[in-house]
């Protein structure tokens, strides 16, 4: 693998549509927000009126700041399309803000994707040469080309066939003036589910969205599969020959919602179970056990558990600061994590501190929180992370970061160690990684840590994070 041509995908993010609910537009305006962690850098919703005329509403911002009353109002009927972005600060346009909505003489239709396809190169060229002509640099608009390349055919073997010429990862939902198509890429990488809303359904990233729109939890849509919503009810379609189960290990280690669940298997569940076997993989002799708020707490609940080191509130994080990688320099970053955690005196004051967190990228937020962490007294520091080491580059939309970024990738965990400043450094293994699913999972994707990427890959892909 080359370095230089190692990307970085750029965006974590999330779909979320409904299909015949009242108040459509509001519905998912809250299903949205509860998935806010996933995309904080834009949004955007298109609904479908009585009439089937489409409307929409974009802009960049957290959900709250873009969508109002006024807005909302203004996006009428009961289907809606909703998109959270996450993207660096190269992708800035308001062009890439999802969902597209797209006219054509077959109809109009909108799209919203999550992850990262990575033959897009090859296949945009391709549609080029043919005269297409792109306004994004969206997957979305990729796919929209794709269908309507041969618009006579039905609607359905159009999306199957264009699906299948797609590598990567994605969760697409597709929404026509009548119609909704929930679509999961063939590797099983992203996550999405299907709920069930009064007479009308709900397709989103996160089951977490279900419980505060009011819907109840139906299925997973399974890799290869499109997944109808219209009239009828719901149809499933598998557009590939040899689906897999690969899904990413990430959404569990950090990104989702820990009353979230994927594929069968709840993420708070997986994160206390992760953190009970690496006290058996790296037991640390300390007096309290300290989580790194918020996606490593309920690991550090399994790691003292299991322990009976007591669990101790050592660090509380400020509540109204997005996510350090939302910054997309690294001094922004540093300072990000400043603003972020504090460490509580009274409680790290001598002691020995097993110090759990879910995964070390750059090494920015583990140095800080040893230096806080000493400040406020403690005598020791023993880092336990609750995932392997991270050695190479997610290409299936986690923005991590460049190889020549990752710690890990540099270093050894001995020299990681003393560049942190703890005491002791330890990582949990894939096999006992993938085990904390209790037997849900037959499969993670493990590409970031261990380089075996479950798709083809595509050296058109660049560094775009540069
Ligand atoms: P770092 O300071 O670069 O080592 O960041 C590590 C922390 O960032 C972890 O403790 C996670 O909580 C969080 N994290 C891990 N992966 C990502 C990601 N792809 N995007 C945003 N945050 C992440
Ligand atoms: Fe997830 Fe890592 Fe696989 Fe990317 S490479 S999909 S972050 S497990």
């Known amino acids: 693998?080359?370095?230089?041509?190692?990307?970085?995908?750029?965006?974590?993010?999330?779909?979320?549509?409904?299909y015949n609910v009242e108040h459509a537009s509001s519905l998912v305006y809250y299903g949205l927000h509860s998935m806010q962690h996933r995309g904080q850098e834009g949004c955007g919703m298109v609904s479908v009126d009585c009439n089937g005329t489409m409307h929409r509403h974009r802009g960049y911002g957290l959900v709250a700041e873009v969508f109002n009353e006024d807005n909302l109002a203004k996006l009428e009927g009961k289907m809606c399309l909703g998109h959270l972005l996450y993207t660096t600060a190269k992708g800035r346009s308001i062009d890439n803000i999802e969902p597209l909505s797209f006219m054509h003489n077959t109809g109009s239709f909108a799209v919203a994707h999550n992850g990262n396809i990575v033959n897009d190169g090859e296949i945009r060229a391709q549609l080029e040469g043919k005269g297409a002509l792109f306004h994004s640099n969206t997957n979305a608009e990729l796919l929209a080309h794709l269908i309507k390349k041969e618009a006579d055919e039905p609607r359905i073997f159009t999306i199957m066939e264009a699906l299948d010429k797609l590598e990567g990862s994605f969760a697409f939902i597709i929404m026509t003036q009548n119609r909704l198509y929930a679509c999961r890429d063939k590797y099983g990488l992203r996550p999405l589910a299907i709920g069930k809303?009064?007479?009308?359904?709900?397709?989103?990233?996160?089951?977490?969205?279900?419980?505060?729109?009011?819907?109840?939890?139906?299925?997973?849509?399974?890799?290869?599969?499109?997944?109808?919503?219209?009239?009828?009810?719901?149809?499933?379609?598998?557009?590939?020959?040899?689906?897999?189960?690969?899904?990413?290990?990430?959404?569990y280690i950090y990104f989702a919602r820990p009353d979230s669940d994927i594929d069968g298997c709840n993420v708070h569940a997986f994160r206390k179970e992760s953190g009970r076997r690496l006290w058996h993989e790296a037991p640390a002799e300390a007096d309290i056990v300290v989580g790194v708020p918020d996606s490593s707490l309920s690991a550090a609940m399994g790691y003292a558990e299991e322990s009976g080191i007591p669990y101790e509130m050592g660090l509380i994080k400020n509540k109204y600061i997005g996510r350090t990688f939302i910054q997309p320099s690294q001094a922004l970053r540093e300072k990000g994590v400043k603003m972020k955690l504090s460490a509580i005196r009274s409680i790290v004051d001598g002691k020995r501190i097993a110090l759990i967190d879910d995964s070390i990228v750059r090494g920015t937020t583990?140095?800080?929180?040893?230096s806080l962490l000493r400040q406020a007294g403690a005598k020791e520091v023993h880092i336990r992370i609750v995932s392997p080491t991270m050695t190479h580059p997610c290409c299936y939309g986690v923005d991590t970061t460049t190889l020549d970024d990752l710690l890990l990738a540099r270093m050894s965990i001995e020299e990681a160690k003393d560049y942190i400043g703890a005491d002791s450094l330890a990582f949990l293994s894939y096999e006992e990684c993938l085990a904390s699913s209790c037997g849900k999972c037959e499969k993670l994707c493990f590409a970031c840590f261990n380089g075996e990427y479950p798709t083809p890959l595509f050296h058109e892909i660049k560094d775009t994070n540069k």
């Open 197 to 251: 809303l009064g007479d009308g359904y709900v397709v989103s990233s996160e089951t977490c969205a279900f419980d505060v729109m009011g819907a109840e939890f139906v299925r997973d849509v399974a890799p290869g599969e499109v997944i109808t919503i219209d009239h009828n009810g719901i149809r499933s379609r598998n557009y590939a020959l040899k689906p897999s189960c690969n899904m990413c290990s990430m959404e």
């Open 1 to 18: 693998m080359a370095n230089g041509q190692w990307l970085i995908a750029k965006k974590i993010m999330s779909v979320l549509a409904v």
């Open 366 to 370: 583990s140095k800080r929180i040893v």
